[in-house]
């Protein structure tokens, strides 16, 4: 079962995700209380776009495991996933009560709070979050988003460069410096720091909508109206960018009537993959 199993998890990792699943259901039918199989099944699902069934697993194994924070982080994850914000923050809550040194935790709590708009709320959590682990690129990116939303601007900016110290190919804090630069009325700048993103992180296909606000901010309208239309082929009818297309439809046809455009530029939080315990 275990050499089945370092098979399984191989296959997962490389994107073989239906071989994986088929193999992980065989192997929770023959030991169904053992939680790493029934979690990373989970993963497996997640990845087949299957996430309730991924919702499902994770809380048979917090009914198996009440102790296992780290089983109460993973099903958090996926409700955070799923949409399910208020019980994604209830159940890191509880994670974070019965083990609060638990640095991921606080960090995905505030993209919880932040996400219900609890702003202030959510800077403590990401501010423990990096007290706990000062290492944690992303904890401090997503305090430099909160920061950036509560206005504080100087703050957000040291929280991006921090987390670019930590790691220099990450895209999001060059996403929220170029937030920053726009919010300060400098579009060009904006651009250098969206094409940064763009070019450690093509895939985030939000770059091109914030990259173009910028554009049509310096009044170049053609390349802004390219840019919008780039954004929504490349993202296509993906969930989790249905509301950045209404918002850039609707700068499209601002644009195209010549009436003043001020779009709302988003930038990501991160919680992290989730991980065999």
């Known amino acids: 079962m275990f050499r089945e199993f370092e098979t399984a998890h191989r296959a997962l ?24 199989f029934r979690d990373v099944l989970a993963q497996a699902e997640m990845r087949r776009g299957n996430l309730d069934r991924a919702i499902a697993l994770h809380r048979e194994t917090v009914a198996l495991r009440p102790d296992d924070t780290g089983a109460r982080y993973e099903l958090a994850l996926a409700l955070q996933q799923a949409g399910l914000t208020g019980e ?86 060059h996403s929220g410096l170029g937030a920053i630069a726009l919010s300060r009325g400098d579009p060009s700048r904006a651009i250098a720091e969206f094409d940064r993103a763009f070019a450690l992180a093509p895939g985030q296909h939000e770059i091109l909508m914030n990259r173009g606000i910028a554009l049509e901010l310096l009044g170049r309208a053609d390349e802004a109206r390219a840019a919008y239309r780039s954004f929504l082929a490349a993202a296509g009818d993906a969930p989790g960018y249905a509301a950045a297309r209404a918002a850039t439809r609707e700068l499209l046809a601002r644009l195209d009537g010549h009436a003043p455009s001020r779009g709302a530029v988003t930038s990501r939080s991160s919680v992290g993959p989730a991980s065999v315990r």
Do not use: C, M, W
């Open 13 to 36: 990792r490389a994107g073989k995700v239906e071989e994986a699943a088929g193999s992980l259901q065989r192997l929770l039918a023959l030991d169904p209380r053992n939680p790493v």
């Open 88 to 173: 994604a923050a209830s159940t890191l809550e509880e994670a974070i009560r019965r083990d609060p040194g638990f640095p991921e935790a606080h960090n995905a709590l505030g993209i919880a709070l932040a996400a219900k708009g609890r702003l202030a709320e959510a800077l403590g959590q990401f501010d423990r979050a990096v007290a706990l682990d000062p290492r944690d690129s992303r904890a401090h990116n997503n305090r430099g988003n909160a920061l950036r939303d509560l206005g504080r601007f100087s703050e957000a900016e040291q929280a991006y460069d921090r987390a670019l110290e930590i790691d220099a190919s990450y895209a999001d804090p």
